[in-house]
């Protein structure tokens, strides 16, 4: 036995469909991303008064409770896509947009239930001895850009049901079989959009592009665990604790204009959409992750300042909401993705 650089490190992300149950990778599940944990371990205390004791005589932990965060760059097809689906909720078989191409089209959309599918995430932990978090939800995923051109990152944090540090399911031996089929990373340049307008104006087109020089998109699903007696070892599965919550950042060059300062004092609620594309699928369309939010409004002031000696940049973080209905064009009341890629079946499979 001996340890293992991070470089070195395997790792494996697979759909799991019942909480406390590990599956192991195989083809496709390879994760190459950054991953962190804690076990947030809690310690249970005697009482002292009256044993005449001035320091505790005995304790012991009562449980863990586990949260996983996994960061890497983005990709079309390298797990950041299923734990979005599992994110988010629902996403369901693919359609083709170019028959007989391969060009397979993944609408994920908001589910108001909580996801009954999971996700088993494993990683190498020495040369013979693996961490491996059984069943884990999603309740944070951000989506940003990192440069003009740049790859674009994904991060996302998780509740696990435990963390097994002697399993039989994801060893060493499975965890470096797994393979990634499609190693393309999603990566923005001046080709790439973002579009915006009056959420009660026509629907989304090119003539609404707004020239940015990055974005950020967070989002949250509060979830918790609760302690119970189950004649199980782990957590059970996370119920609902809050409701879901975003926003947006993005950055322009230079203030021109006080437009949206007045788009703030007004409360304008406006729509937006995200769109990256990638390399072409066979004869048909291209790999592309594209997000819809179908409510966004400016709750904090612009930011600018002078900064910088030329032209200073200026942000705007707009929040995101559920509309009342669908905006023209858009499919859903609440943001939603769709992902174009290779994949024949739902990513929740």
């Not at 104006?201 to 979830?223: C, H, S, W, Y």
Request: glycine residues 10%; contains cysteine.
């Amino acid at each position: 036995m001996a340890s293992i650089s991070g470089a070195g490190t395997s790792a494996i992300c697979q759909i799991a469909t019942t909480w406390g149950t590990a599956v192991a990778g195989g083809a496709t599940d390879k994760l190459v991303a950054e991953i962190t944990h804690s076990l947030n371990e809690q310690e249970l205390v005697a009482r002292q008064i009256g044993s005449g004791n001035y320091m505790a005589t005995t304790a012991t932990r009562g449980g863990v409770l586990p949260t996983v965060t996994v960061t890497g760059d983005a990709g079309y097809r390298n797990q950041m896509d299923k734990i979005l689906a599992q994110f988010m909720g629902t996403a369901g078989a693919p359609s083709e947009a170019t028959g007989g191409q391969g060009d397979y089209v993944h609408s994920i959309t908001f589910n108001t239930t909580l996801n009954s599918k999971y996700l088993t995430i494993a990683y190498e932990s020495s040369s013979a001895t693996v961490h491996e978090f059984q069943t884990c939800a999603c309740n944070t995923f951000s989506f940003k850009t990192t440069g003009i051109p740049g790859y674009c990152e994904y991060s996302a944090g998780f509740l696990a049901n435990d963390l097994q540090l002697g399993t039989a399911v994801n060893t060493n031996a499975v965890i470096q079989a797994a393979t990634l089929t499609d190693e393309e990373l999603v990566a923005a340049n001046g080709a790439d959009d973002f579009w915006l307008n009056a959420q009660s104006g026509a629907g989304l087109a090119v003539g609404d592009k707004l020239d940015i020089t990055g974005f950020e998109l967070n989002m949250t699903r509060p979830q918790k665990t609760v302690g119970e007696l189950r004649n199980a070892i782990g957590t059970s599965a996370p119920i609902s604790d809050g409701l879901f919550e975003g926003t947006l950042r993005i950055t322009l060059k230079e203030l021109a204009d006080h437009t949206y300062y007045n788009i703030w004092n007004n409360e304008t609620v406006y729509k937006a959409r995200i769109g990256i594309d990638g390399t072409q699928i066979a004869a048909g369309t291209s790999k592309s992750v594209i997000c819809y939010l179908p409510e966004i409004m400016l709750v904090k002031a612009p930011e600018y300042s002078l900064v910088e000696p030329g032209v200073n940049a200026v942000t705007y973080e707009f929040r995101l909401h559920k509309a009342a209905s669908n905006p023209t064009g858009m499919l859903s009341t609440y943001p939603y993705f769709a992902i174009t890629n290779t994949l024949s079946t739902s990513l929740l499979a």
